[in-house]
């Protein structure tokens, strides 16, 4: 029997461990360090259509976890100071507390995937795991799949706020197609979001859809949640198992392996890789570590969708009828046009609310980023300790084109909101960002909570003086006529105010075996050691149009399938 070791329970690791466990060959262990998540024991903030507490929860995240966003730039020299970053803590991953999109991006990402070396990767390999993860519940054909364990559907015209119904006829108006399928052949257009949620209207992490009673029952799998994955360990350049430790504090262990799969995400997969001796071999001996593996690559080509917003006041007749509604309910794809990028390279979510509390539900907007993102960074160790959480320098905006298309989305997002025919559902238009002022504002906590209600009060009484109130003690004096009026000034807001979307990859890139700086093969295998493979985002060579859960999902589908088709392989020699 084939022992593996999976360490991270994220969408990839509960992915690989129900579906390696189908084979009886197989003795899987599946290490998380965070709480178990299940059907049963779900709290009413996950299992909520709407997420927006879940991913504040502490419990839930790395809660020291932090990560510079911008670059310093011609308009902002300095380095960004660094902000809180929520990644999940718990089994399932960023599927326990994400928006619950459920899109795959366009079929050009994944060829582009082939042609940076990662061989194997097409569409054409990916579309069949694709179908295999989902139950399409509104879209049939050779696109979608009918029985796989996640439900896949779209909100109907009842659902959608009466702000979110109009900006789609406006943005339709204004030349943006109306399209039904996210999923269905890659155009520009306004679509309804494409979202897995359950038939009962609750979140399906994947832990939930791909564990089941049943997957659990089997004598071949283990879960073990609220342990640290420490180190790999090696017998010379062959890994044969790793230590863990309680998260809670406590000694470690050694569970040994026979293949070892890491899966803790495109930030904590290379910091485990590096504290175990493979990565760049000069910054790993500084910290006094063995090199295993020189791998240079390890935590380079750290990738995100930088992101900003443009938001309005949402009077009584615009708001979300239901509180307990999904937020994302629409989404804006276009082409930027720029010279060198692909169709449908940016990205806009209208949200009907902004925020789990009271306030939140009074402000909508559309939610920019950009869809296929050129700025690169890095994931550092700070520390071999693997308590010390790794340094996080996305630099966005490092390229210029990047923020080009933030600051074109900028002006599209105003032109749209500020069409006459949204003046019924929406009040004064303004910029926005998820920055660590909103971030604080959004706690749920006392304090936070007074500001909130006495703010929500004002504005809904502030009349025509509604502008002065928001310019002054929501945007701190910036207004969307100075940064129209100003390319420096409009330049200067998106650099300082710039935000991520939640989406890290790259840091373990696939790649050509003579491409220096590939860590994987395109079977997913570290290069240069035995028994070692990565399994999730940080995998993807570039980062694709989508919201990345559903793509690592698929991901981790189709690793399954060579991970079993490597130990045939074996056995027949």
Known sequence: MTAILILGGGSA?????????????????????????????????????????????????????????????????????????????????????????????????????????????????????????????????????????????????????????????????????????????????????????????????????????????????????????????????????????PLAGGPSET?????????????????????????????????????????????????????????????????????????????????????GTPEGDMHGAILSRTGWHGLGRRIGGIFFWVNKSYSRGEVSLASPDPRTEPQVDFRMLSDPRDLARLTDAIRRGARALRDPCLAGVRGPVFPASYSPRVARAAAAKPWPAVQRGILSGLLDLAGPAQATLIHGLVTQGVTLDRLLADERALSAYVAAEVGGTWHPSGTCRMGAADDPLSVCDGRARVRGIDALSVCDASLMPTIPRANTNIPTVMMAERIADLIRQDAAATLRT
């Open 255 to 339: 569970i040994p392996a026979d293949l070892l799969v890491v899966t803790a995400g495109a930030i904590h997969s290379p910091a485990l890789l590096m504290r175990s001796g493979v990565g760049p071999g000069a910054i790993l001996r500084r910290h006094g570590i063995p090199v295993v593996a020189d791998r240079p690559g390890i935590g380079r080509n750290l990738m995100e969708h930088p992101s900003i917003a443009v938001s309005a006041y949402l009077p009584r007749a615009g708001r979300v009828r239901d509180p307990g509604e999904h937020h994302e309910q629409a989404i804006l794809r276009y082409s930027s046009g720029l010279p």
């Open 13 to 245: 690791g509960c992915v690989l461990a129900a579906r390696l466990s189908e084979d009886a060959s197989f003795r899987v262990t599946l290490v998380e360090a965070g709480d178990d998540l299940t059907a049963a024991a779900m709290p009413p903030e996950i299992r909520s259509r709407y997420p927006g507490r879940a991913y504040l929860d502490p419990r839930n995240i790395w809660p020291a976890l932090t990560a510079r966003m911008g670059a310093p730039t011609g308009n902002r020299p300095e380095a960004p100071a660094r902000r809180r970053y929520e990644q999940a803590r718990r089994l399932g991953g960023g599927s326990a507390i994400n928006a619950m999109m459920a899109n795959r991006g366009a079929p050009g990402d994944y060829d582009e995937w082939g042609a940076h070396g990662a061989e194997g990767w097409s569409w054409e390999a990916c579309l069949p795991y694709f179908r295999k993860l989902e139950a399409d519940r509104d879209c049939t054909g050779e696109l979608h799949g009918r029985d796989g364990p996640l439900p896949i559907r779209r909100a109907t015209p009842e659902q959608l706020s009466p702000f979110v119904a109009a900006a789609m006829r406006v943005l339709e108006t204004q030349g943006y197609p109306a399209g039904f399928d996210q999923n269905g052949p890659w155009r520009d257009g306004v679509y309804v979001g494409t979202t897995a949620i359950s038939d009962a209207g609750e979140r399906v992490p994947v832990s939930v859809a791909y564990l089941t009673p049943a997957v659990r029952a089997r004598e071949n799998l283990i879960v073990r949640t609220g342990l640290l994955a420490e180190r790999v360990l090696f017998d010379g350049r062959r890994a044969v198992g790793a230590t863990v430790a």
